[in-house]
């Protein structure tokens, strides 16, 4: 049975997603629980799952330095097979930072960082085009992270 969440799990989610660093007892201030409440409800949703690690995210220093790369990719089958010789050639590549299954138009979603569009350049030509059964990439890439600007703009 899975653990049920309330709106301010979700609100202590949506925090942690904003900045993992920030202190409980700030969190507790702006979800309006205690610091040891707001401290046991973060443990309960660690063990339960919920909440299943936290990571960095790491930059030159420099703000808007990289660029973010989205990756739409169409495989020519959706065999077992062949998803799991996708998945794995993508395991090799630690410059693919992320990589999902999808439903819709495309099978696989994925994201890289990138110092310029050159850099980019050969990720498509020696990764991306020679992964198994890869018929369609279809790229973007990112202006901003609107979640990390908050608000400001250029």
Known sequence: MSPTIDA???NIIRLLRLDARMSSAK????VGLSPS???RRIRMMEQSG???GYTA??????????LAVMINITLDRQTEDSLNRFEDAVRKHP???ECYLMTGDWDYFLRVEVESPKEFEAIH???LSKL???????????IRNALLARGRRG
């Open 8 to 10: 301010i799990d979700r």
């Open 27 to 30: 969190m507790a201030e702006i």
């Open 37 to 39: 409440a707001c401290l």
């Open 50 to 52: 919920i909440i299943r």
């Open 57 to 66: 995210l790491v930059g030159s220093g420099e703000e808007g330095s990289t």
């Open 95 to 97: 410059e693919i930072r």
């Open 125 to 127: 030509t020696d990764i």
């Open 132 to 142: 198994p059964g890869v018929t369609r990439i279809h790229s973007s890439f990112s």
